[in-house]
């Protein structure tokens, strides 16, 4: 059984595996940027069907916002985990395996209607794009969080400019 504690808004992510957390760690890294909470630990669909089942229960009724689900090959995390919660799920496919990734985005992207998995990219910028997107969707209702992202834009915009400065040739 998993700890269960105070309710508080955070977002929780899952890899399926181990050998996920060395791209997941950019998107735990992200959110630490941003000063949020969130879970992570590994359960696998295939693997810890129980565990799994049982996780998004107790991170539902501690306060979980959107659950972020790693997974490479056949990537049925995101799908089970979007079977049991109504909370957003966002997927990030995990590269790796005969067919380098493609057999896992497939997989995480082809949900059958009214069963959403907000599929991000494949690899680090996908582990990252899952943060902001559930950054985004907290921000919804937390003011301070939407001044931060908004700021981080800027910032983003300005480095693409001092970027450029850098190698820029102009006629
Ligand atoms: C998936 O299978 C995991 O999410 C991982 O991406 C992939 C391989 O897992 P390991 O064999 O490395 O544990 O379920």
């Not at 595996?17 to 996920?20: A, F, H, I, M, Y």
């Given at each position: 059984m998993l700890k269960q504690g105070k309710k508080m808004n955070f977002i929780s992510i899952i890899m399926g595996?181990?050998?996920?957390y060395e791209i997941m760690k950019h998107c735990a890294d992200t959110l630490e940027k941003f000063n949020v909470k969130y879970e992570l630990i590994i359960s696998s669909a295939h693997r810890s069907p129980s565990r799994t089942k049982e996780y998004i229960k107790a991170a539902e009724e501690k306060g979980a916002v959107t659950f972020i689900a790693a997974a490479g090959m056949a990537a049925h995390l995101a799908g089970a985990l979007a079977a049991s919660t109504t909370k957003p799920v966002i997927g990030v496919p995990m590269k790796g395996g005969a067919m380098d990734g493609m057999d896992a985005m497939l997989s995480t992207v082809?949900?059958?209607?009214?069963?959403p998995v907000g599929t991000v990219a494949l690899g680090r910028s996908g582990a990252v794009n899952a943060a902001y997107l559930s950054m985004q969707i907290l921000a919804i209702f937390d003011k301070e969080l939407a001044i931060k992202l908004a700021e981080d834009r800027i910032v983003q915009a300005k480095k693409v400019e001092t970027d450029s400065a850098e190698i820029e040739v102009i006629i």
């Open positions: 595996s181990k050998s996920d082809q949900m059958p209607a009214g069963m």
